[in-house]
C-alpha cells in the first residue's frame, strides 16, 4: 500500500503536525511506501493578505502553536505579505522530480524557513540553502524550477488532490489497487497514528486473508 500524505508547505497545520508524520514514517517505511503530494492552500495568489485575513491566519498560528509547541515567528505575517503557496510547493515537486526522496525533508525544511525564519516563499534563492545535502544539484533545480513543465506537474499534484476529494491537510491516505483508505485528517498526535497505522495492518491483514479464501 502506498501512504499518501497530502500537505502544502504553508499549512501551518502541516507544519505542526510534520515531527508526527516524520515518526510514523520511520516505524513503519518497512511497511508502507510513502509518498508526498502537494495540496495546494492558496496557489496563484497574487493580491496581499490585507488585515482581516491576516489575523485569521495568525490565530491559526497561534493555535498551532499552542497545541504543538512549534516555535512560530509571529511578526513575519504582514498584511502586504502576497501567501502564494504555489512556489514553495513547485519547490518541493522540483526536488521530488531531481532526487526523489528529499521531498519530506526539503518540506521540514521549507516549513521552518517560512514560520521561524520568515523566508519569502516567492523567491526560488529562499530554496536554495535548503537543498544542502539532499543530493540535489542547486543549478539544475533553478532550471527545472522555472520551467513550464514543473509548473505543470505541481498543477498536477493540485489536481490529484481535488480528484481523491481531499478536504483539507495535513491529510493521510491509504491506497492500495485503486482503492482509498482514509487514515487521518488534520493535526494528530503519534499515539494517535501510531494506534491507527496498527489497526490499519490488521485489516489489510484480514482482507489478504480473505481473499486467499
Known amino acids: ?38 495540496g495546494g492552500l492558496r496557489p496563484g495568489t497574487t493580491e496581499p493578505l490585507g488585515e482581516a485575513l491576516q489575523k485569521e491566519i495568525l490565530h491559526h498560528w497561534e493555535a498551532v502553536n499552542e497545541r504543538t509547541g512549534r516555535p512560530f515567528t509571529f511578526e513575519g505575517l ?35 524557513a517560512f514560520y521561524v525564519d520568515n523566508k519569502d516563499m516567492n523567491d526560488v534563492n529562499t530554496f536554495l540553502p535548503l537543498l544542502e545535502g539532499l543530493g540535489v544539484d542547486e543549478t539544475q533545480f533553478v532550471q527545472y524550477f522555472e520551467h513550464d513543465a514543473m509548473k505543470e506537474k505541481t498543477n498536477n499534484d493540485f489536481v490529484m488532490k481535488n480528484i481523491m476529494q481531499v478536504p483539507g491537510f495535513p491529510y ?17 498526535s503519534f499515539e494517535f497514528m501510531d494506534e491507527t497505522f496498527q489497526k490499519l495492518i490488521e485489516m489489510l491483514k484480514e482482507e489478504e486473508q480473505a481473499s486467499d479464501a
Not at 502544502?8 to 508502507?32: A, H, L, N
Not at 502586504?80 to 513547485?90: I, L, N
Open 1 to 38: 500500500m502506498d501512504i499518501m500524505y497530502i500537505s502544502d508547505p504553508m499549512c501551518s497545520w502541516c507544519y505542526g503536525f510534520s515531527p508526527v508524520i516524520t515518526q510514523i514514517r520511520e516505524k513503519y517505511s518497512d511497511q508502507f511506501n510513502f509518498k508526498l503530494l502537494m
Open 78 to 112: 504582514t498584511a502586504d505579505m502576497v501567501y502564494d503557496t504555489e512556489p514553495p510547493s513547485r519547490a518541493i515537486v522540483t526536488a521530488r522530480e531531481l532526487t526523489p526522496g528529499s521531498e519530506f525533508e526539503l518540506l521540514q525544511r521549507i516549513h521552518h
Open 172 to 188: 493521510v491516505m491509504g491506497v492500495k489497487e485503486a482503492k482509498l483508505y482514509d487514515i487521518a485528517y488534520g493535526y494528530q
